[in-house]
């Protein structure tokens, strides 16, 4: 078992330790014992997610993740959730396109039940016909609703043109017709593919030894088959850099989704890439998309962009939402701080001010125990070490004005840009324009 040393703000008198607990049967946790705090946090994330679901069969995983705690073992769903109820425990599963997660939180006294419900969700959920149809339903009807709200079609819109024919190009979500195509068998095999005893990370925060902790994640595991069963996912770009497609809908307000390649997680250039993002549009009030759309013109509420590191495929994404009859004016002040600062790359005082801000506000990802739990997992899932948390800091400070540059140059290049925009934009030059999905019709059980 070995350590590394962290300050945390849960514990600022004193180091905190990450802990790697290597269990009897070779499962390994990474741990924060943590006394003061009367909660024991822990995270699981299972890879694969909804790019593992079977071709005509989008939203497996999400509806298979959703599915999981209602029953389990010998408990029906109510029997199951009553339990939990009982004992002030809460357990969520969720996913997306690169895992599947749980999340637990429990008081000390009652984490031997926490751990056994857990392993019974993970090992033995139950997928009964009823709970099946009854989520099938809750799910399609947020689909439905969601079908043509703005933002959600730009969403879609943008990872279908970016990725066809690619697992990242399906909604994550499914549709409402291909949730209709799953089976209760598609649920038994698609759980026996993703939820395995190989493909796991955990990350636990609280009152909890890590002897006493090998022991339950041993149990927690015990049920699960050895090796997941996942299929290859190709590495791959976005395509349709260059190209802008329009989205005709009748509302007064146009939703925009643009983006391009970006790196991994585990490239060289990330934290350069990180930090000239951060001054382009990652920074809130102090990024430059902000300052010249929204302080300057007060043409948007708000302009974002950020780093999306998938598994598979590196992306930089931004978004605005703008009067339609602002589209066009909003996109070509996005256009000219993505090209300038590719070519000019950031000043020095925002260089500086970025690495002291992104150097500070580190700490409030480590603020709740929660945080933490979810922190060591991600850790575990990017494969940057335990001492990670230590060296991050040291990683930003150290990036010279000749390392943002290049970054810069090399995210952005010529500056073309996948953009898609929903709504009746006016003033976006050559773009395709399609007519909005219809609204889709209620599905039957499948046979």
């Known amino acids: 078992m070995t350590a590394a040393a962290i300050a945390l703000p849960t514990a600022p008198a004193r180091a905190t330790e990450i802990q790697r607990v290597q269990t009897p049967a070779g499962a390994e946790a990474w741990l924060v014992e943590e006394n003061t705090v009367p909660v024991v946090a822990v995270e699981l994330a299972f890879k694969g997610g909804a790019a593992q679901d079977p071709e005509g069969k989008a939203g497996l995983a999400h509806l298979m993740s959703a599915l999981l705690d209602e029953g389990a073992g010998d408990l029906d769903s109510e029997a199951f959730q009553q339990t939990l109820e009982d004992k002030a425990i809460e357990l969520n599963f969720s996913s997306n396109r690169d895992g599947v997660t749980a999340s637990l939180r ?14 019974l969700a993970l090992s033995k959920p139950r997928f009964e016909t009823a709970d099946v149809d009854r989520m099938r339903g809750q799910l399609s009807a947020q689909i439905r609703r969601a079908v043509l709200d703005p933002d959600d079609m730009a969403g879609r819109t943008f990872f279908a043109e970016a990725f066809p024919g690619h697992p990242y ?3 994550p979500r499914g549709t409402v017709e291909t949730l209709g195509a799953i089976s209760r068998d598609d649920l038994v095999a698609g759980h026996a593919r993703l939820i395995a005893r190989d493909n796991v990370a955990i990350g636990v925060v609280g009152a909890i030894t890590p002897e006493r902790l090998a022991g339950l994640i041993d149990g927690v595991l015990s049920g699960l088959p050895a090796k997941a069963g996942l299929v290859p996912v190709p590495t791959v770009q976005p395509k349709g850099v260059g190209r802008t497609e329009v989205v ?34 990652g920074g809130s009030f102090s990024s430059r998309l902000f300052t010249e759309v929204r302080e300057k013109r007060g043409l948007a509420y708000g302009v974002y962009s950020y780093l999306a590191p998938y598994d598979h495929a590196g992306m930089v994404l931004g978004g605005v939402a703008t009067r339609n009859d602002r589209a066009g004016q909003s996109v070509d002040l996005i256009r000219a ?36 739990a ?34 810069a140059a090399k995210l952005f290049g010529d500056g073309s840009l996948l953009i898609i925009a929903v709504g009746k934009p006016q003033g976006l030059g050559d773009v395709n324009v399609r007519a909005p999905e219809a609204a889709p019709a209620t599905p039957g059980a499948p046979g």
């Open 106 to 119: 429990t008081l000390p006294e009652n984490i031997d039940e926490a751990f056994r419900l857990l392993g």
């Open 169 to 171: 190009g399906v909604p």
């Open 248 to 281: 005709e809908l009748d509302v007064p307000q146009t939703s925009i989704i643009f983006g391009r390649a970006g790196p991994l997680r585990n490239d060289d250039d990330f934290i350069p890439a990180y930090v000239v993002n951060h001054i382009l549009g």
């Open 337 to 372: 701080e993505i090209t300038r600062i590719a070519k000019d790359g950031p000043t020095a005082e925002e260089l500086a001010s970025a690495k002291k801000y992104l150097i500070g506000s580190y700490a409030l990802r480590f603020d709740t125990s929660a945080k933490i």
């Open 374 to 407: 979810n922190q060591l997992v991600q850790l575990q899932l990017d494969d940057l070490g335990i001492d990670y948390i230590t060296r991050r800091n040291a990683l930003v400070e150290a990036i010279t004005p000749e390392q943002v540059k290049t970054a």
